[in-house]
């Protein structure tokens, strides 16, 4: 390089440093494989090559490392992947490997260059791509799925063979190919197939180094699957151990069971055998002959685990019979357990159907063998008791899905059922209805006797076959807990150890019960055995627990009415209407915050139930404080049938309304009681309540509030004073208050409300989701709006707040169907400004004179959200709209330019260059949601132009249209001090041109670097600090929020519309650190402005001599580098020397 005068040392300067920020992305192609070829990397919305000056090892393995393709086997600086056209950008990269992305080395600026096509940088990585096997019956067997893309996908079956399936088992350590598949052997797949034509020799490292098809390109179908079963991982057994779980450990190879020698043999690998057997970790490992002598081979030796691996196989250890071991160093192991068992489909928690859990998943136990012995070992287990009765059927219901342990012999004091002799898992010739069951003694049945109500009385258990007393010695109120517990009756409130609850006679069976209150039944706390006591008649165990059984209304006209139903057994059911009354009615009522009851009703009045009929024979005063209180007959006794349900309509929440308001979310509060409509006084009247009553009318919160006539005079009651809610109350009766009409209020103290809204409000039955007949929610039911003084303004209020538009026609008729039931608003007066219907003026809820058939309904201007998928930049790619709250394609078939730029100016990317057909850009599944779309180019959305039907269509998804649109505006910084400084410019009928620097901000320097891959705005300007521009100024009154993806997507005048004059150009210098091309890390604005620091700067010219002494070049220099440090912020240049052995730089 020729260097004369200052001029070309700046360029020098400029040329020794890059920014560090990005990534620019970057890509291989027209190489062997998929990690392998010319290296590429995009810049100013293009591919562009990257020259092989300087091209290194380094480099190669920074850009394989992004790739995800391990390290650089290879690099080279020719045409050996192909020759490219375009721009070279990169020129001089000089990386040292370490950077986590290409544009991190440094680089001469873009397209700053002497290459020429045919000196390219190219790579071949060493890969791998990752690679998985799915849905096979072992970690070494199933569909192989390939990830690219941040996507898993499937490997195309057809060219597959038994090559490829050998590289994908060495690559998992799973040993070799033993068969392979091409079909959906291993079930089947959704999204993308990644790969076709895959041809290996078998000795590839990975499998992305086999030649194939490009990524995504096939002609394959789902069910065409590339499978594999491997040969590993190698099968483990333990051998003559006392149980399944213990043994000398053997594996299999070469169609052998072999043993394992014990030298290296420890805990580490005890554990992984274990795991891999599901029994636990490792209690013993012994290196002997405890589990008896063994012949044949010893296949490995030397094995060394760290315990974490998921195979024995896994771990490092010798080859396959290379050992000097001799039999009677067998590697041997006994394991925890046990294996998870539990009792499925009893009558309580210690019955039912015997599973166990093996490889992730329960299954059953085969009857046949099953005794009393293995029975009293899962109900020990189980803390349950000893096993009553047995079953070798399906008496607890039948099952599915694996048997996995059939001849199970316990003698029935084995601490778990994995510690029983039993056949290898899985293997077995039961068949399902052969499930071994068990009930056991416990837990202990329990019961309360002669109390005031179910839920308290005498506690008695059940034992041989007779229910007796327990002694109240120890008792407290932790056992009582327990109790109540199991009992659904709550927590105990007061024990007591005497004959409150009457004399009893028989047995007293248990004494010294000593409970912590969290056992889950009374079996379970410590006590003396059955029988053993000193204990006399007239020290019982007794408890009043808190209930109340949880009781609901279900299927009402509002929350304080409907079928009754009450909570046992984890389960809810329903009451019996025989004896069914009033004074019940009150304590259901009461109970749930709801007043009293106003009517009964005994039969099927709130809808058909199934399931338990829990209560019977309710028998109550009315001044019980829960159902439960009430004598009753057993739960689960009784002779009703379905159909005799006990239902109840309570007096509350009480009726509240809004009167006089701006609209139906807003006014006077007014409340229901005594059949009259009544004032609320405003006194204590705050935001609270307020919220109550916004939440009760479905008018989201209360905005504010007021205690005067804001909303006119009443007359009449003034019902409610001294109101006191904390705002987290179902309905306004139930905030503390004065009693009924007592106050010392006069009118004028009116509470009153303005609240947030919105009433939901959707479309039906239209066109399409921004078209047809209107509906409000209200009382949890949709309901129509009549048409009478519907108009554009109320239909322009529903389109904003549908995300439709605005309101392009109304209607008031049937356009969009009939409709039931109710028909709620009447005489909506919108003037179009407001932010949700339910703020226009309208009638009371349900007051008008309409009939069906005058339907307030509206077709919206759209849009409904349309996007670009697998583009080049955010403005090009396959057309993808949102219907249904899912993303489907548009059918290319009538799809043209038009529609395109209807696409493209939605998008805010210009318009359309082109319309490719043929799915372009890529195929996809799901839904194809438009066909035949008809636009003329300048409708305000895609849902505008005439099109079929939502999903009707005769198309596939090889017809996915799809768009190029002309944006984004490509922009650059021209003249900085690096590639990520400078002043902005934007390209713009096909020339670069200007930015205003008026409203130029931050923000906007935000949204520049991030496009430009620099990083974050460190320092925007708005004058000629990279120098003077000639022509055009484009682009003026630039309001970015910073968080745009590309600078037209900030709201600006219109082009070329601006009263900006050269010299207030928009400026940035992004962020990122600088390093040298000798890999110093160099100073920045940070250190500088922490202290005094000194430095030297050194120049290599080339062509001429550069005499320091010259004061031409000195000055030069001199005035270079001040110019350089003292645009640093804070910064200022103390000194600067220059002289022929050293050019130094002091700044501070």
Same mark, same amino acid.
């Given at each position: 390089? %020729?260097?004369?005068?200052?001029?070309?040392?700046?360029?020098?300067?400029?040329?020794?440093?890059?920014?560090?920020?990005?990534?620019?992305?970057?890509?291989?192609?027209?190489?062997?494989?998929?990690?392998?070829?010319?290296?590429?990397?995009?810049?100013?919305?293009?591919?562009?090559?990257?020259?092989?000056?300087?091209?290194?090892?380094?480099?190669?393995?920074?850009?394989?490392?992004?790739?995800?393709?391990?390290?650089?086997?290879?690099?080279?600086?020719?045409?050996?992947?192909?020759?490219?056209?375009?721009?070279?950008?990169?020129?001089?990269?000089?990386?040292?490997?370490?950077?986590? #992305?290409?544009?991190?080395?440094?680089?001469?600026?873009?397209?700053?260059?002497?290459?020429?096509?045919?000196?390219?940088?190219?790579?071949?990585?060493?890969?791998?791509?990752?690679?998985?096997?799915?849905?096979?019956?072992?970690?070494?067997?199933?569909?192989?799925?390939?990830?690219?893309?941040?996507?898993?996908?499937?490997?195309?079956?057809?060219?597959?063979?038994?090559?490829?399936?050998?590289?994908?088992?060495?690559?998992?350590?799973?040993?070799?190919?033993?068969?392979?598949?091409?079909?959906?052997?291993?079930?089947?797949?959704?999204?993308?197939?990644?790969?076709?034509?895959?041809?290996?020799?078998?000795?590839?490292?990975?499998?992305?180094?086999?030649?194939?098809?490009?990524?995504?390109?096939?002609? !394959?179908?789902?069910?065409?699957?590339?499978?594999?079963?491997?040969?590993?991982?190698?099968?483990?057994?333990?051998?003559?151990?006392?149980?399944?779980?213990?043994?000398?450990?053997?594996?299999?190879?070469?169609?052998?069971?072999?043993?394992?020698?014990?030298?290296?043999?420890?805990?580490?690998?005890?554990?992984?055998?274990?795991?891999?057997?599901?029994?636990?970790?490792?209690?013993?490992?012994?290196?002997?002959?405890?589990?008896?002598?063994?012949?044949?081979?010893?296949?490995?030796?030397?094995?060394?685990?760290?315990?974490?691996?998921?195979?024995?196989?896994?771990?490092?250890?010798?080859?396959?019979?290379?050992?000097?071991?001799?039999?009677?160093?067998?590697?041997?192991?006994?394991?925890?357990?046990?294996?998870?068992?539990?009792?499925?489909?009893?009558?309580?928690?210690?019955?039912?159907?015997?599973?166990?859990?093996?490889?992730?998943?329960?299954?059953?136990?085969?009857?046949?063998?099953?005794?009393?012995?293995?029975?009293?070992?899962?109900?020990?287990?189980?803390?349950?008791?000893? #096993?009553?009765?047995?079953?070798?059927?399906?008496?607890?219901?039948?099952?599915?899905?694996?048997?996995?342990?059939?001849?199970?012999?316990?003698?029935?004091?084995?601490?778990?059922?994995?510690?029983?002799?039993?056949?290898?898992?899985?293997?077995?010739?039961?068949?399902?209805?052969?499930?071994?069951?068990?009930?056991?003694?416990?837990?202990?049945?329990?019961?309360?006797?002669?109390?005031?109500?179910?839920?308290?009385?005498?506690?008695?258990?059940?034992?041989?076959?007779?229910?007796?007393?327990?002694?109240?010695?120890?008792?407290?109120?932790?056992?009582?807990?327990?109790?109540?517990?199991?009992?659904?009756?709550?927590?105990?409130?007061?024990?007591?150890?005497?004959?409150?609850?009457?004399?009893?006679?028989?047995?007293?069976?248990?004494?010294?019960?000593?409970?912590?209150?969290?056992?889950?039944?009374?079996?379970?706390?410590?006590?003396?055995?059955?029988?053993?006591?000193?204990?006399?008649?007239?020290?019982?165990?007794?408890?009043?627990?808190?209930?109340?059984?949880?009781?609901?209304?279900?299927?009402?006209?509002?929350?304080?009415?409907?079928?009754?139903?009450?909570?046992?057994?984890?389960?809810?059911?329903?009451?019996?209407?025989?004896?069914?009354?009033?004074?019940?009615?009150?304590?259901?009522?009461?109970?749930?915050?709801?007043?009293?009851?106003?009517?009964?009703?005994?039969?099927?009045?709130?809808?058909?139930?199934?399931?338990?009929?829990?209560?019977?024979?309710?028998?109550?005063?009315?001044?019980?404080?829960?159902?439960? %209180?009430?004598?009753?007959?057993?739960?689960?006794?009784?002779?009703?049938?379905?159909?005799?349900?006990?239902?109840?309509?309570?007096?509350?929440?009480?009726?509240?309304?809004?009167?006089?308001?701006?609209?139906?979310?807003?006014?006077?509060?007014?409340?229901?009681?005594?059949?009259?409509?009544?004032?609320?006084?405003?006194?204590?009247?705050?935001?609270?309540?307020?919220?109550?009553?916004?939440?009760?009318?479905?008018?989201?919160?209360?905005?504010?509030?007021?205690?005067?006539?804001?909303?006119?005079?009443?007359?009449?009651?003034?019902?409610?004073?001294?109101?006191?809610?904390?705002?987290?109350?179902?309905?306004?009766?139930?905030?503390?208050?004065?009693?009924?009409?007592?106050?010392?209020?006069?009118?004028?103290?009116?509470?009153?409300?303005?609240?947030?809204?919105?009433?939901?409000?959707?479309?039906?039955?239209?066109?399409?989701?921004?078209?047809?007949?209107?509906?409000?929610?209200?009382?949890?039911?949709?309901?129509?709006?009549?048409?009478?003084?519907?108009?554009?303004?109320?239909?322009?209020?529903?389109?904003?707040?549908?995300?439709?538009?605005?309101?392009?026609?109304?209607?008031?008729?049937?356009?969009?169907?009939?409709?039931?039931?109710?028909?709620?608003?009447?005489?909506?007066?919108?003037?179009?400004?407001?932010?949700?219907?339910?703020?226009?003026?309208?009638?009371?809820?349900?007051?008008?004179?309409?009939?069906?058939?005058?339907?307030?309904?509206?077709?919206?201007?759209?849009?409904?959200?349309?996007?670009?998928?697998?583009?080049?930049?955010?403005?090009?790619?396959?057309?993808?709209?949102?219907?249904?709250?899912?993303?489907?394609?548009?059918?290319?078939?009538?799809?043209?330019?038009?529609?395109?730029?209807?696409?493209?100016?939605?998008?805010?990317?210009?318009?359309?260059?082109?319309?490719?057909?043929?799915?372009?850009?890529?195929?996809?599944?799901?839904?194809?949601?438009?066909?035949?779309?008809?636009?003329?180019?300048?409708?305000?959305?895609?849902?505008?132009?005439?099109?079929?039907?939502?999903?009707?269509?005769?198309?596939?998804?090889?017809?996915?249209?799809?768009?190029?649109?002309?944006?984004?505006?490509?922009?650059?910084?021209?003249?900085?001090?690096?590639?990520?400084?400078?002043?902005?410019?934007?390209?713009?009928?096909?020339?670069?041109?200007?930015?205003?620097?008026?409203?130029?901000?931050?923000?906007?320097?935000?949204?520049?670097?991030?496009?430009?891959? !620099?990083?974050?705005?460190?320092?925007?300007?708005?004058?000629?600090?990279?120098?003077?521009?000639?022509?055009?100024?484009?682009?003026?009154?630039?309001?970015?929020?910073?968080?745009?993806?590309?600078?037209?997507?900030?709201?600006?005048?219109?082009? %070329?519309?601006?009263?900006?004059?050269?010299?207030?150009?928009?400026?940035?210098?992004?962020?990122?650190?600088?390093?040298?091309?000798?890999?110093?890390?160099?100073?920045?604005?940070?250190?500088?402005?922490?202290?005094?620091?000194?430095?030297?700067?050194?120049?290599?010219?080339?062509?001429?001599?550069?005499?320091?002494?010259?004061?031409?070049?000195?000055? #030069?220099?001199?005035?270079?580098?001040?110019?350089?440090?003292?645009?640093?912020?804070?910064?200022?240049?103390?000194?600067?020397?220059?002289?022929?052995?050293?050019?130094?730089?002091?700044?501070?």
């Amino acid at each position: 390089m %020729q260097v004369c005068g200052s001029s070309k040392v700046a360029e020098k300067i400029q040329e020794e440093f890059v920014e560090e920020s990005g990534p620019v992305p970057v890509r291989l192609v027209n190489g062997n494989n998929m990690c392998s070829g010319r290296v590429e990397v995009y810049h100013n919305s293009t591919w562009v090559t990257v020259c092989g000056t300087s091209w290194d090892i380094n480099a190669g393995n920074v850009v394989c490392r992004v790739l995800n393709c391990g390290t650089a086997r290879l690099v080279t600086t020719a045409v050996s992947n192909g020759e490219a056209t375009g721009n070279i950008w990169l020129d001089g990269v000089n990386c040292n490997g370490t950077e986590p #992305a290409l544009d991190q080395c440094p680089a001469k600026r873009w397209q700053v260059n002497n290459c020429t096509h045919g000196e390219y940088a190219e790579v071949s990585c060493s890969g791998p791509v990752p690679v998985r096997l799915v849905n096979g019956n072992n970690m070494c067997s199933g569909r192989v799925e390939v990830y690219h893309n941040s996507t898993w996908g499937t490997v195309c079956g057809r060219s597959w063979d038994i090559n490829a399936g050998n590289v994908v088992c060495r690559v998992l350590n799973c040993g070799t190919a033993r068969s392979l598949t091409i079909a959906a052997s291993y079930g089947e797949a959704t999204g993308n197939i990644w790969l076709d034509g895959v041809k290996c020799n078998g000795t590839e490292p990975t499998l992305d180094q086999c030649p194939a098809s490009p990524w995504g390109v096939n002609n !394959c179908t789902h069910g065409e699957y590339a499978g594999v079963s491997c040969s590993g991982p190698v099968p483990v057994r333990l051998v003559n151990g006392n149980n399944m779980c213990s043994g000398r450990v053997e594996v299999y190879h070469n169609s052998t069971w072999s043993t394992v020698c014990g030298r290296r043999w420890d805990i580490n690998a005890g554990n992984v055998v274990c795991r891999v057997l599901n029994c636990g970790t490792a209690r013993l490992v012994t290196t002997a002959v405890s589990y008896g002598e063994a012949t044949g081979n010893i296949w490995l030796n030397g094995v060394s685990c760290n315990g974490t691996e998921p195979a024995l196989d896994q771990c490092p250890a010798k080859r396959w019979q290379v050992n000097n071991c001799t039999h009677g160093e067998y590697a041997e192991v006994s394991c925890s357990g046990p294996v998870p068992v539990r009792l499925v489909n009893g009558n309580n928690m210690c019955s039912g159907r015997v599973e166990v859990y093996h490889n992730s998943t329960w299954g059953t136990v085969c009857g046949r063998r099953w005794d009393i012995n293995a029975g009293n070992v899962v109900c020990r287990v189980l803390n349950c008791g000893t #096993a009553r009765s047995l079953t070798i059927a399906a008496s607890y219901g039948e099952a599915t899905g694996n048997i996995w342990l059939d001849g199970v012999k316990c003698n029935g004091t084995e601490p778990a059922l994995d510690q029983c002799p039993a056949s290898p898992w899985g293997v077995n010739n039961c068949t399902h209805g052969e499930n071994a069951g068990v009930s056991c003694s416990g837990p202990v049945p329990v019961r309360l006797v002669n109390g005031n109500n179910m839920c308290s009385g005498r506690v008695e258990v059940y034992h041989n076959s007779t229910w007796s007393i327990v002694c109240g010695r120890r008792w407290d109120i932790n056992a009582g807990n327990v109790v109540c517990r199991v009992l659904n009756c709550g927590t105990a409130r007061l024990v007591t150890t005497a004959v409150s609850y009457g004399e009893a006679n028989g047995n007293i069976w248990l004494n010294g019960v000593s409970c912590n209150g969290t056992e889950p039944a009374l079996d379970q706390c410590p006590a003396k055995r059955w029988q053993v006591n000193n204990c006399t008649h007239g020290e019982y165990a007794e408890v009043s627990c808190s209930g109340p059984v949880p009781v609901r209304l279900v299927n009402g006209n509002n929350m304080c009415s409907g079928r009754v139903e009450v909570y046992h057994n984890s389960t809810w059911g329903t009451v019996c209407g025989r004896s069914w009354d009033i004074n019940a009615g009150n304590v259901v009522c009461r109970v749930l915050n709801c007043g009293t009851a106003r009517s009964l009703t005994i039969a099927a009045s709130y809808g058909e139930a199934t399931g338990n009929i829990w209560l019977d024979g309710v028998k109550c005063n009315g001044t019980e404080p829960a159902l439960d %209180q009430c004598p009753a007959s057993p739960w689960g006794v009784n002779n009703c049938t379905h159909g005799e349900y006990a239902g109840v309509s309570c007096s509350g929440p009480v009726p509240v309304r809004l009167v006089n308001g701006n609209n139906m979310c807003s006014g006077r509060v007014e409340v229901y009681h005594n059949s009259t409509w009544g004032t609320v006084c405003g006194r204590s009247w705050d935001i609270n309540a307020g919220n109550v009553v916004c939440r009760v009318l479905n008018c989201g919160t209360a905005r504010s509030v007021t205690t005067a006539v804001s909303y006119g005079e009443a007359t009449g009651n003034i019902w409610l004073d001294g109101v006191t809610c904390n705002e987290t109350e179902p309905a306004l009766d139930q905030c503390p208050a004065s009693p009924w009409v007592v106050n010392n209020c006069t009118h004028g103290e009116y509470a009153g409300v303005s609240c947030s809204g919105p009433v939901p409000v959707r479309l039906v039955n239209g066109n399409n989701m921004c078209s047809g007949r209107v509906e409000v929610y209200h009382n949890s039911t949709w309901v129509t709006v009549c048409g009478t003084s519907w108009d554009i303004n109320a239909g322009n209020v529903v389109c904003r707040v549908l995300n439709c538009g605005n309101a392009r026609l109304v209607t008031t008729n049937v356009s969009n169907g009939e409709a039931t039931g109710n028909i709620w608003l009447d005489g909506v007066n919108c003037n179009g400004t407001e932010p949700a219907l339910d703020q226009c003026p309208a009638r009371r809820w349900q007051v008008n004179n309409c009939t069906h058939g005058a339907y307030a309904e509206v077709s919206c201007s759209g849009p409904v959200p349309v996007r670009l998928v697998n583009g080049d930049n955010m403005c090009s790619g396959r057309v993808e709209v949102y219907h249904n709250s899912i993303w489907g394609t548009v059918c290319d078939k009538s799809w043209d330019i038009n529609a395109g730029n209807v696409v493209c100016r939605v998008l805010n990317c210009g318009t359309a260059r082109r319309v490719p057909s043929g799915a372009f850009y890529g195929e996809t599944t799901g839904n194809i949601w438009l066909d035949g779309a008809k636009c003329n180019g300048t409708e305000p959305a895609l849902d505008q132009c005439y099109a079929s039907p939502w999903g009707v269509n005769n198309c596939s998804h090889s017809e996915d249209a799809g768009v190029s649109c002309s944006g984004p505006v490509p922009v650059r910084l021209v003249n900085g001090s690096n590639m990520c400084s400078g002043r902005v410019e934007v390209y713009h009928n096909s020339t670069w041109v200007t930015v205003c620097g008026t409203s130029w901000d931050i923000n906007a320097g935000n949204v520049v670097c991030r496009v430009l891959n !620099c990083g974050t705005a460190r320092l925007v300007t708005t004058a000629v600090s990279n120098g003077e521009a000639t022509g055009n100024i484009w682009l003026d009154g630039v309001n970015c929020n910073g968080t745009e993806p590309a600078l037209d997507q900030c709201p600006a005048k219109r082009w %070329q519309v601006n009263n900006c004059t050269h010299g207030k150009y928009a400026e940035v210098s992004c962020s990122g650190r600088i390093r040298n091309l000798a890999q110093k890390r160099c100073l920045t604005d940070t250190d500088l402005q922490k202290t005094r620091v000194a430095g030297m700067i050194e120049f290599t010219l080339v062509g001429s001599e550069l005499c320091p002494s010259d004061p031409e070049v000195t000055e #030069a220099l001199e005035q270079l580098i001040n110019t350089l440090l003292s645009s640093i912020p804070g910064n200022s240049v103390l000194d600067i020397q220059v002289n022929p052995e050293r050019r130094r730089k002091r700044g501070a």
